[in-house]
């Protein structure tokens, strides 16, 4: 273990198991063994924490996002997506955002709340899975 976190009032342990950096959620953690084992606390491994985001595998550099003008208010007036940037404003009022140094699970969900009024841009495989999940679903 290197650190905990608290991100939106849900805690987690974050730590290396078998050379890769985890995240564990703190409450799901279970059958846990205590070792009087101990180790050697790298620097770039905590300075890496310490400067991203909860989820530290399979980061994507940046989403881009298109909002629609009837709800780009909500989006202007304060940050609703994690690491949240205006890339302008269209002619028709609608926003392109972009979140950066972001993993998919922390983007994917606001963005179905906000359906059908944002869609990703880029990378076409994030869209392309929402897609996929709502089919899925609309098939139940």
Not at 37 to 60: M, N, P, Q, R
Not at 125 to 131: C, G, L, N, P, R
């Given at each position: 273990p290197y650190h905990l976190l608290n991100k939106n009032g849900i805690w987690y342990v974050v730590g290396c198991r078998h050379g890769q950096t985890r995240t564990f959620c703190f409450t799901q953690i279970a059958n846990l063994k205590i070792s009087t084992k101990t180790f050697a606390c790298s620097k770039d491994i905590k300075e890496k924490i310490l400067g991203t985001t909860v989820y530290f595998l399979a980061t994507?550099?940046?989403i881009v996002l298109q909002i629609d003008a009837k709800v780009a208010g909500y989006f202007e007036r304060r940050d609703l997506l994690p690491n949240q940037e205006l890339v302008?404003?269209?002619?028709n009022?609608?926003?392109?955002?972009?979140?950066k140094d972001v993993?998919?699970?922390?983007?994917v969900p606001i963005v179905q709340y906000w359906i059908p009024h944002i869609r990703v841009i880029s990378?076409?495989?994030v869209q392309a899975q929402m897609k996929e999940v709502l089919k899925n679903y609309l098939a139940k």
């Amino acid at each position: 273990p290197y650190h905990l976190l608290n991100k939106n009032g849900i805690w987690y342990v974050v730590g290396c198991r078998h050379g890769q950096t985890r995240t564990f959620c703190f409450t799901q953690i279970a059958n846990l063994k205590i070792s009087t084992k101990t180790f050697a606390c790298s620097k770039d491994i905590k300075e890496k924490i310490l400067g991203t985001t909860v989820y530290f595998l399979a980061t994507i550099s940046e989403i881009v996002l298109q909002i629609d003008a009837k709800v780009a208010g909500y989006f202007e007036r304060r940050d609703l997506l994690p690491n949240q940037e205006l890339v302008r404003k269209l002619d028709n009022g609608d926003l392109l955002l972009i979140c950066k140094d972001v993993h998919p699970r922390e983007v994917v969900p606001i963005v179905q709340y906000w359906i059908p009024h944002i869609r990703v841009i880029s990378p076409s495989e994030v869209q392309a899975q929402m897609k996929e999940v709502l089919k899925n679903y609309l098939a139940k």
